[in-house]
Each structure stands twice: as structure tokens, then as C-alpha cells.
């Protein structure tokens, strides 16, 4: 391959996952905010007959959005929001092929002496690996408590982010963290959100009733996915300014200190 080819395939791929990112996390968001209006309405006004809804204006019109507990249209109007996640995935990952699983990008030799196939093999586990650990710690009894399930994810990610910096380039430790975290966020959506919403449809369809339960979890690993969207957009940023981020020498620490930002400035985007 060419070098300008490569450029322009680093250049084109990641438009592409920039610009999924930016849907897939932004209707995150406006559900997400969506969720908490709703919530507030229902507070302020208890005794109010039927649903809240919520007034807005955009593009020179209003929108009334209501929240339903029962399906009132075929299943097949429903509209989904799915495909963003795996776009962004996806693109990502064929970045990572492009910028650093093909390159001299991924391992650095004063950092540790193994070989380009070996850290691509770190690589992937790490991915693969990342996702199950939450997953399961999610479903252990460390997920029935906030803060006990965020000191666990704050001590993963330091333990994550000291081993990589350890192993991989600094540029490369940073975005694979970041990559670990974008794979959770998009196997939330896939393997726990969707499934959860497809039942939803069904059981409404059916006018059955609903495992509270499925969408209490689909609703928690969503608001996750909002807590770790900030870090992640930190990471990704952080390849422009090397000297104070993945080039210094508390890397690792910094990186850290960068989720807990994150997480901060995702809490107050939530709370809005």
C-alpha cells in the first residue's frame, strides 16, 4: 500500500467514524436527557392525569415528545437507533488495523521487546477481554452498588492503563484504552440494550407485560455508555498533544486522572 493511499484511507475512515460517533452519542444523549426530563415532570406535577411530555422547538417548529408505557402503532413503525454503534465500532477498528496493527505505530522496543504479531494478539485479547470483565463484574453483586461498581471501574482501567503503557507504545496504550472502552459501549448497545428493547416490542405487540428488570439493566448500561463516551472522546484527542498526555512520563496516571474528568463532565452533561 502506497503512502497515499494510506493517508487517504486513515483520512476517509476516520471522517466516517467521527461522524458516526457524533449520531451514535448524540442521540445517546438526547435520550438520556429525554429520560430525565420525563422523570422531573412526573416529580413536579404526580397527580397530573396521563403521561408527561415534553415541549421543544428546532428548526422553526415545535415538538411535543411523550413518553408510552404501551405500544399504540405496528411494530414495524418503530424506529430504531442501532446501527451508529456499530459504524463507529467498526470504522475504529479498521483505524486500528490501518494506524497501528499494519504499522511500527503499535509497539515501541524501549518500551518492551515483543513482536508486531504478538501485540496485535495483546490487542484484540485486551479488546475481547475488557468487555467481559465489566460484563461480568456488571452481574456480580459489585453491580448492585454505584460506587462500588465505579471504584472497580476506576481500579480496571489504572491496572489496564498501567500494563498497556508497559507494553505498547504510549500513543498506542492510550487509544486501546479508550478502544476498550468504545467495544463495551457498543457490545452494551448490542448485546444487552437492543435484545432488551426487542422483547419490549414484542411483549407490547402481544399485550403481554414486560420484565421490568430487562429494561432497568438496558437502562443502566446505557447511562454507562454516557459516562464512558466523554473519556473516550478525551483519549481519542490526546494523540494531538503527546507531551502532556500519553508522552509524559506519569502516562498512565494522567490517563487516569482524564477518565475521571470524563466522568465528571459527563454527570454534569446528564444533570443539565
Known sequence: MTSSLREWLNLLIRWFHVFAAIMWVGQTYYFTWLDGQFTRAAKSAPDEAGPPSIWMVHSGGFYQVGKRTTLEVAPGEV?????????????????????????????????????????????????CGGWLVYDLALRSPLGQSEVAFATFSLAAIALLA???????????????????????????????????????????????????????????????????????????????????????????QILVVLVLLGWGAAKIIREY
Request: proline share 3%.
Open 79 to 127: 424506529h430504531w437507533f442501532r446501527w451508529e454503534a456499530l459504524m463507529t465500532w467498526l470504522s475504529g477498528l479498521a483505524l486500528l488495523f490501518l494506524v497501528y496493527y499494519s504499522t511500527s505505530g503499535l509497539i515501541d522496543p524501549d518500551v518492551a521487546a515483543i513482536s508486531q504479531a504478538g501485540g496485535v494478539l495483546i490487542a484484540l485479547a485486551v479488546l
Open 162 to 252: 498501567w500494563g498497556l503503557t508497559h507494553v505498547f507504545s504510549g500513543r498506542a496504550a492510550y487509544i486501546h484504552v479508550g478502544a476498550v472502552m468504545g467495544t463495551i459501549m457498543t457490545a452494551n448497545v448490542w448485546f444487552q440494550i437492543l435484545p432488551s428493547q426487542r422483547k419490549l416490542i414484542a411483549s407490547a405487540a402481544a399485550g403481554a407485560k414486560f420484565d421490568a428488570a430487562l429494561s432497568a439493566q438496558a437502562k443502566l448500561r446505557s447511562k454507562h455508555n454516557t459516562f464512558m463516551a466523554v473519556p473516550v472522546v478525551f483519549l481519542m484527542i490526546s494523540s494531538h498533544f503527546p507531551v502532556a498526555t500519553y508522552g509524559d512520563r506519569y502516562n498512565w
